[in-house]
């Protein structure tokens, strides 16, 4: 474990130094809040919050997103899940990139406590355009889980894989697609999220979002799959 923290602290120290000498970069971010109330045979009460921010430095650029989803059905609670994902590109190119991950869920009823991985890979911008960008992520990292039953650790080394696309459709109009797959020896996890979003007036805008996880190996009596279907309010800055 002190091997594995150590790493971690390395990775993610040795951008934020680097970062700490560039000049100031510009920043860019969201905050969503979405929220369902139903009433009658059946009452839910669901909330569901995301906040991003990003900063694009001379050669670093980071990000930070964080999520946040809870639901409740008759005053008991169906769902609960909390999710953060830091990274860190180190640019060489106008394509070319150094991608560093770290990222961790904890879901309530999933079987585990708590699901995180860090990785380190290459990335390369397919597409770099004004209203269009794809990039392409691939690298090794390490995923380290624990199930919520029997408190056992789950340790391997992965491979990573992730793409990611956005495509401003029209002024006020944008179109999101985020994939990534971690595959190990004992275990693979596939994210896909999907977003269409609509600009309101000024900062304001609406979005749909449509999440799938689906993991290869889950605790007994789960599902592989879990996904969501989300409308909320973005507040851009």
């Known amino acids: 474990m002190l091997k594995q923290t150590t790493l971690l602290a390395a990775l993610l120290a040795t951008p934020l130094a680097v970062m700490a000498t560039e000049e100031q970069g510009p920043w860019s971010g969201a905050a969503e809040l979405g929220t369902i109330f139903t009433s009658g045979n059946t009452e839910t009460q669901s909330v569901n919050g995301n906040f991003n921010v990003k900063h694009d430095g001379a050669v670093w650029d980071s990000g930070l997103k ?45 079987g585990y406590t708590y699901q995180s991985t860090i990785s380190a890979g290459y990335g390369y911008r397919i597409i770099n355009e004004d209203n269009m960008e794809l990039d392409a992520e691939i690298g090794p990292g390490y995923r380290r889980d624990k199930l919520e039953a029997s408190d056992e650790i789950q340790e391997e080394a992965i491979g990573r894989l992730a793409l990611n696309f956005h495509w401003t459709i029209r002024e006020g109009v944008k179109f999101v697609e985020l994939f990534s797959a971690e595959s190990g020896d004992s275990n693979t996890v596939y994210k896909s999220e999907t977003g269409l979003q609509s600009q309101i007036n000024g900062s304001l805008a609406t979005k749909l979002t449509y999440k799938v996880k689906y993991v290869e190996e889950v605790p007994a009596d789960k599902e592989n799959t879990d996904s969501e279907f989300g409308v909320t309010l973005v507040y851009s800055f």
Not at 69 to 82: F, I, Q, V
Not at 86 to 106: G, K, M
Request: charged letters at 25%; glycine letters at 4%.
């Open 66 to 110: 964080l999520q946040a989803l809870t639901s409740k059905e008759d005053g008991t609670t169906s769902k609960e899940k909390y999710s953060g994902l830091v990274q860190f590109d180190r640019n060489y190119t106008e394509h070319s990139y150094l991608a560093i991950v770290a990222q961790q869920e904890r879901a309530r009823f999933s």
